[in-house]
């Protein structure tokens, strides 16, 4: 009879020692028969390459940016440093949220590959971009205020500045330190113009979600004042006042009328 | 006292015909099949099977094609990270959030069939994404039996577990078809019978393939899976992979075939999940498939009508 005395508890331990870091003897007590212990390693670079592949799922842009070797490089090193938390790799590498309390992707560079980002100071917001754009896509876009509903609420008499608006909840707004909007836009979905040049230059971009696409905008100063306070919960009338103190000429109207347009608003639930 | 759990019958189950398990690069040419002459024609008994946690997200064009298609064709649900084998040692609210989740999907869509591994992948707090093997334990069958209750539970169904892909052979206390079917009797789930892992694992540890298929209650099997591996380079003589990158291997074709014939007709999913090709040849394998299968048919009916004139 085959020694069984051990508990499974133990069995699981083992296994995931060596799943994290590739030591295999205390396995061999579980195995019987000839097959090489070595075997072993198909689960885990089986795990190595799934969770790699999920990395360039959700940062395509820098695949293209660094070339797959080098992705892959960086890539294994945070698997090792940082295993997935959660069942789907969606979002994997992301900011850390309950699901995935992890470092992110790029504070893993930060930290424990800080010349890559001496080197490449850009990457932050190349990943800030990639995260925003994959999270816009995946989110729900139900509630959006249509004109036909604003109409609606004008001939019933309600008064618009008091509704309690949001943008709708795919909308993700970003804050850039370079101007890297068009140089992430090839990478991530087209042809790079070579010698492209990359300013420090702090901007705001707002990607949503419209007939299952994602949009994208670069924003003025005051718009982007307006669209952090909305996504913060301010107040319509709030997050005006704060576009207004930053550019007196700032003109809600006009700018209510994009949005709506663009299906960027949503009423409060 | 505990209550008597409701058995998975197979003669129950409402999906048959071959199905192909889909990629979001094929959603309009699943779609374009959705015609109901047209499929009826070309496609007769086609049905669609996910990976369950891809579709853990909140909106976008993933849920929306997967609604068109499950408002068009018999959809089914294959859960890769549900790591039934290591219920008692998971986080607790890693495993609340998952089985949430999944209750969501499964609430949302209504699929003909769920289904998930007897295996384990997550482990103190980590997710590997692969499908690590148990040990046939009593009490390994303790644990993936409490992770497969609690997966009917939250999700209000019975479920089909997968056999795995063995490429080493741990210690056991029983065959792995005795194994499976165990923890099936116990929590009246069933089987999903992975004919490309039954082969690997002859292939990788000389299990026998056909004792096994003769130790299956045909009743309990709702579904089978094909699939090609790769052979490992530094091994090409004794290490297979269940890779899902490679057409169906003929001797893979063949067992298919002889678990028809030794199981009854059972539907039939072709995976494929990396070099992922056209649509046109997926669909030519899985018309394949389609075909065996309705020999299996055939053959079963001639031979009904045969008892019942004997």
Redesign the interface.
Known sequence: M???T????D???S??QF??TGENEPLA?????A?P?G??N??RN??LK??VA?LESNFPALVTFWGEDYFRQVANAYVDYA????????GYGFDATH?EPNPSFFEFMQTQLPEVVAQFPYVIDICRLEQAWLQA??????GVLTLETVQDLIARGEDLAELPLQLI??SRVIELDYDILPLWSQLRFGEVNEGQQIEVQTNTVIFW?RD?QVQAKQLMEAEAVFMKSLKQNESFDAATSMALDMDENFDVSTLFAELLNAQLLKLEN | MKSQKVQFDSKQSTLSGAGVNLKPQHYEEALSLADSSAQTKATPGLWFEVHT??Y???????L?YLQAIANNFPLSFHG????LG?F??KPAD?TT??LSQVAGLVKRFNPVMVSEHAT???????????L??L?R????L??LCEGIDRYQEAIGRSILIENPTN???????MDEADFLMEAVRRTGAGLLLDVNNLYLSYR??ALDPKHYLEALDPAKVGEIHIAGFDV?PN?PN??L?DSHAAPVDEAVWELLATALTKLGPKPVLLERDDNVPSFDELMQERNRAYDLLTASNNTEHESQLAVAHA
């Not at chain 1, 007590?29 to 028969?33: F, P, R, V």
């Not at chain 2, 490429?167 to 206390?173: G, K, M, N, R």
Request: hydrophobic share 30%; aromatic share 14%.
């Open positions: 085959p020694d069984t051990f508990t499974h508890s069995y699981l331990d296994f995931t799943m994290k007590t579980y195995l019987e028969g097959r212990i075997f072993l198909v689960y089986g795990y799934a969770s999920g295993p997935p938390n959660s069942a789907t790799l969606v699901d896509l995946n989110e729900s876009s139900e909840d795919s979600q299952l | 946690e891809n853990f997200v909140r909106g976008g064009p993933r929306h890769v990270g549900g790591s290591s008692t040692e890693m959030r998952h384990w992948s997550t482990s103190q707090h980590a997710y590997f994404a692969d690590m093997p040990p334990t009593e009490q390994a303790t644990c490429y080493l052979d741990f210690v056991s206390e990788n540890t490992d091994f004794d290490l992979i």
